[in-house]
C-alpha cells in the first residue's frame, strides 16, 4: 500500500502529481504532470517543462468538480475548458477532488476580497515613519493570513459536514441490506467514503495545526511590537518637549538681542557643529560602502587573488588607469550607475515634445492560422500573403530603428579613452537590441519599396536616424544614424526567412557598422537567428541563438559573444548570453555575462590558464579570475498595460506617432498600418491588399522599362560595329534607392547601401517633389 504515503493536501499548499488526461479517441488517456496552486490548475507534459511551456489551465474559481466512476473525474468551467481525469487509485483520486475543492473555495473566497482588498490598501494613510509602517504592513499580513486560515477551517468544517453526512448514509444503507450481490459495492461504497472522510480530517487537523503554530509564533512579536511603539511614543513626546523648550528660548534670546548675538546662540553653534560631525559619518559610510564593492565575488570561472582589488582600489595603480580613473573620465562603476533609469544623470534630459504613452488596445478576433499557413511551408516569409491578425501596427523599418531603444550605451562608449571598454558598451548595445522581442510575437509590416521612417530625436537623445527600404526581393533595408554625441551607426539588413512547420527562422543578413569620432575606432557586427516556436499549436514564443564577433577594425581588438539556444534539458538561465573581449593578441581583458531579455554584466580579467596546458586541449574550459561584475545595461521596464498594446516599449509607442514635415514615403503615412493601429483590421486588410496589388503593377511596369533599355541598347551594339565592348547585362528591376547609394563596403568588402546625403536638408525646405507614390 504504496499510495497511502502521498502527502495529504492541506489548505494553500501547492499540491502536486501525475493524472492521465484525455486528449482524443487515437491517443486516450496520456499521463501528465499536474500542478495545483493559486485557485490554477495547470499541466505539462513532463515536470520539465514548468519552467518554460505550460500546457494548459483552468481557473477552479469559475469551475465545476464532478466525480464519474472509482478512478475518474471531470472539471468543466462552463463549456470552455473541460479536463477528463483519471487518477491511479481511488484513494488518489480522493486526494485530488479534496485538495481541488480547498483551492476552489479558497480562490472563490480570493476573487471576492480582491476588490477590497486593492481599495484597503490604495486608501490607508502613509505611516509616520518607515520602522513604524514595516511593522503595521507585518501586522496586517499576519491578520490576513490567519483569517485565510480561519477561512480554510471553516471550508475544511463544511467538507467534514459533506463528508460526515455521506459517510452516515452509507453506514445506514449497509445495515438495511441483505446479504447478496450487492453487497459488497455497499461496502466498497462505505470504504470509499470513510477514507475521504479520514482524508478530509487529516486536511483539517493541519489546518488546526498551522493555524495555532502561527498565532502561537506570533504573539511574543506582536507583544513586543506593541511595547516598542509604547516606548517610541514616549521618546517622541520628550523630543517634541525638548523642541518647544528649544524654541522658546531661541525667541526670548531672539528678542532680546541688539548687535551681536547673545549666549543663548550657543545651541545654534551647537547645531551647526554637529553638521560636520553627520558630514564624516556619512563619509565613512561611503567609505564601508566602498570597501564593500572591493570585496572579491566569483563571477564566471573563479574570484581574482586579492592583491588585484587591493591594486583596483588605488587611484594611482596601472589597473585603474586604464579603465579611465587617473585622467577624470568616467569609470565602469559611475557608467552604471548612470545606466539606472532611476538616477538623476538619466532624468537630466527633459524631451521638447510630450509623446504619446499609449496606442489603442489591440482587438480580440481570432483566425484560423492553419488554414493559411499549411500551404506556406518551406517558402520566404517575405513572400506568403499573410493578414494583418498576424502582424503589430509598426513596419520592419520602424522595427529596425528600435535598436536604439538604448542609444545612451554609444554615447558612454563615445566617452571611453580604453578602446577594451569602449568595447564592452559597444557589445552591451548588440545585446540590447534584441530585449524588445522577447514578448513580441507580431510580425511587423513588409516595408513597400521605397517606404522610409525618420526618427529624429535630436533634442531628446541626441541622434537622428534614417531607415529607406531600397529592395523588395529579397528584402532589404538600409539605415543610417549620426548622433551629435560622437558616433556613427549605419547598416543594411536583409532578412532571410523559412517556415518549418513547427517555427520559424528568421536569418538576418548583412553587416551593422559604428564608428566613433574621436578615437576613430570601427566596429562591425552582425546578428544572431531569431526563431519562433509552436507556431501552429501551443503559446508562441522567441529565441535568439548563435555568436557574434564585434570587431574594432582600427585596433583588432575583437568581443565574441555567444547567445546560449534554450534547451529543455540544460540547468543554465534561459537566454543566457556570454562573451569574452580580447585584444589583438588574443589576450582575455574582459568577460561579460548576462541575458538578452534583461541585463548584462561585465568583470575584469586578472589572470587566465588555458585548458590547452595539461595536453587536454579542446576539452577543459578557460579558466578566467575575475573582479566583482559590473553592470553595462539593464532593461527598461514595459509601460503600463505593454500587454494590451502589443508589448510595445515606450520607444515603439511613438514610432507610428504622426509628425509634420516627414516624407510622403514615411512609414507613418502607410494607410493599412494606420487602419490596424485603430483597431480596423477589416479595412486594413483590404487596404493592405490594394498597395500591394499597385506594388506588383509598378514593379511589373519597371521590368518592362528595363528590358526596352535592354532591347535598345543591343540594337545600338549590333549597328555600331566599331565598338567592340561587351554588352553588359541589364537587371530586371533597375530600382535605384533615393537616399542610399550602392557601394562594395570598404571595411568588409560586402556590397551594401551607404546614406549619401540630403533627405535632412530636404526636411527643411518641404520640398519632397522627387519621392514616388508609394501609398
Not at 141 to 169: F, M, P, W, Y
Not at 278 to 294: I, L, Q, V, Y
Not at 383 to 396: A, D, L, R, T, Y
Request: aromatic share 8%; proline share 5%; hydrophobic share 30%.
Amino acid at each position: 500500500m504504496s499510495e497511502p504515503k502521498a502527502p495529504t493536501p492541506t489548505p494553500g499548499d501547492t499540491y502536486k502529481g501525475w493524472l492521465f488526461k484525455w486528449t482524443n479517441y487515437i491517443k486516450g488517456y496520456q499521463r501528465r504532470w499536474f500542478v495545483l496552486s493559486n485557485g490554477l490548475l495547470s499541466y505539462y507534459r513532463t515536470q520539465a517543462e514548468m519552467g518554460h511551456t505550460c500546457r494548459g489551465t483552468i481557473n477552479l474559481a469559475t469551475a465545476n468538480i464532478a466525480v464519474e466512476d472509482s478512478c475518474n473525474f471531470v472539471i468543466s468551467n462552463g463549456g470552455a475548458q473541460t479536463y477528463h481525469l483519471k487518477a491511479s487509485s481511488e484513494v488518489e483520486r480522493q486526494r485530488w477532488i479534496t485538495a481541488l475543492e480547498l483551492a476552489k473555495a479558497k480562490a472563490v473566497r480570493m476573487q471576492a476580497e480582491s476588490d477590497d482588498s486593492g481599495d484597503e490598501c490604495s486608501s490607508s494613510p502613509p505611516s509616520a515613519g518607515q520602522g513604524l509602517g514595516a511593522r503595521n504592513s507585518e501586522v496586517q499580513s499576519t491578520l490576513r493570513t490567519l483569517g485565510s486560515k480561519v477561512e480554510d477551517l471553516s471550508t475544511c468544517n463544511d467538507l467534514i459536514a459533506k463528508h460526515g453526512s455521506a459517510l452516515q448514509r452509507s453506514l445506514s444503507e449497509l445495515e438495511g441490506v441483505k446479504l447478496g450481490g450487492d453487497t459488497s459495492d455497499k461496502i466498497r461504497q462505505v470504504t470509499e467514503r470513510a477514507t475521504l472522510f479520514r482524508i478530509t480530517s487529516n486536511a483539517m487537523i493541519n489546518a488546526c495545526r498551522d493555524f495555532l503554530a502561527l498565532a502561537q509564533a506570533h504573539s511574543k512579536r506582536w507583544q513586543k511590537a506593541l511595547q516598542a511603539e509604547r516606548e517610541q511614543r514616549v521618546r517622541l513626546e520628550e523630543t517634541l518637549e525638548q523642541l518647544a523648550k528649544q524654541h522658546n528660548h531661541l525667541e526670548r534670546a531672539f528678542r532680546g538681542a541688539t548687535v551681536l548675538p547673545a549666549s543663548p546662540s550657543n545651541p545654534t553653534a551647537d547645531s551647526k557643529g554637529s553638521g560636520p560631525g553627520k558630514g564624516d559619518a556619512s563619509d565613512d559610510d561611503d567609505n564601508e560602502f566602498f570597501d564593500a564593492c572591493e570585496d572579491v565575488q566569483e563571477f564566471i570561472t573563479i574570484p581574482a587573488d586579492p592583491k588585484y582589488h587591493r591594486r583596483s582600489g588605488s587611484n594611482v595603480s596601472g589597473i585603474s588607469s586604464e579603465i579611465g580613473m587617473d585622467d577624470g573620465t568616467t569609470s565602469l562603476d559611475e557608467q552604471s550607475l548612470a545606466s539606472n533609469p532611476e538616477s538623476p544623470q538619466s532624468q537630466e534630459v527633459v524631451p521638447v515634445r510630450k509623446r504619446r504613452t499609449r496606442i489603442p488596445d489591440k482587438p480580440n478576433y481570432s483566425l484560423n492560422l492553419w488554414s493559411i499557413m499549411k500551404n506556406c511551408i518551406g517558402k520566404e516569409l517575405s513572400k506568403i500573403p499573410m493578414p494583418v491578425n498576424f502582424n503589430e501596427p509598426i513596419s520592419m523599418l520602424q522595427r529596425l530603428s528600435e535598436d536604439l531603444e538604448y542609444s545612451e550605451l554609444l554615447d558612454r562608449a563615445a566617452k571611453c579613452q580604453s578602446s577594451l571598454e569602449q568595447l564592452c558598451y559597444v557589445a552591451a548595445f548588440t545585446v540590447s537590441s534584441y530585449s524588445t522581442t522577447v514578448h513580441r510575437t507580431g510580425k511587423p509590416f513588409n516595408p513597400l519599396l521605397g517606404e522610409t521612417f525618420e526618427l529624429d530625436r535630436l533634442q531628446e537623445s541626441g541622434y537622428r536616424s534614417l531607415c529607406e527600404q531600397v529592395s523588395h526581393h529579397p528584402p532589404a533595408a538600409a539605415h543610417h544614424v549620426i548622433s551629435e554625441r560622437g558616433w556613427t551607426l549605419r547598416q543594411e539588413i536583409t532578412v532571410a526567412s523559412k517556415f518549418r512547420g513547427k517555427y520559424l527562422s528568421i536569418m538576418p543578413l548583412g553587416s551593422i557598422h559604428c564608428i566613433f569620432e574621436k578615437s576613430n575606432n570601427h566596429y562591425t557586427w552582425k546578428k544572431v537567428t531569431t526563431t519562433v516556436h509552436n507556431i501552429i499549436v501551443g503559446k508562441l514564443w522567441i529565441d535568439q541563438s548563435g555568436e557574434i564577433d564585434v570587431i574594432n577594425h582600427r585596433t583588432g581588438d575583437r568581443c565574441h559573444l555567444k547567445f546560449a539556444p534554450y534547451s529543455y534539458f540544460s540547468r543554465d538561465v534561459a537566454r543566457k548570453v556570454t562573451g569574452v573581449v580580447t585584444d589583438k593578441d588574443g589576450k582575455a581583458h574582459y568577460v561579460l555575462s548576462g541575458t538578452w531579455d534583461e541585463k548584462m554584466e561585465c568583470s575584469r580579467v586578472m589572470q587566465s590558464s588555458r585548458g590547452g596546458e595539461n595536453g587536454t586541449e579542446g576539452r577543459q574550459k578557460t579558466v578566467y579570475q575575475t573582479l566583482k561584475a559590473r553592470e553595462l545595461w539593464k532593461k527598461n521596464p514595459l509601460p503600463e498595460g505593454a500587454e494590451t498594446m502589443y508589448y510595445f516599449t515606450s520607444l515603439a509607442l511613438t514610432l507610428n506617432e504622426m509628425e509634420e514635415g516627414v516624407a510622403p514615403t514615411d512609414s507613418r503615412r502607410r494607410p493599412d498600418q494606420r487602419l490596424m493601429e485603430q483597431g480596423m483590421w477589416d479595412e486594413a486588410n483590404a487596404e493592405k491588399q490594394r498597395l500591394e496589388e499597385k506594388q506588383r503593377s509598378v514593379r511589373r511596369e519597371r521590368e518592362r522599362e528595363a528590358a526596352r533599355i535592354a532591347n535598345t541598347a543591343e540594337e545600338a551594339v549590333i549597328e555600331d560595329s566599331i565598338t567592340d565592348s561587351p554588352l553588359k547585362s541589364v537587371p530586371q528591376d533597375n530600382y535605384k534607392a533615393l537616399w542610399f547609394d550602392h557601394f562594395d563596403d570598404p571595411v568588409t568588402g560586402e556590397p551594401t547601401h551607404i546614406y549619401k546625403g540630403g533627405y535632412w536638408e530636404t526636411k527643411e525646405q518641404g520640398n519632397w517633389d522627387n519621392c514616388p507614390d508609394i501609398f
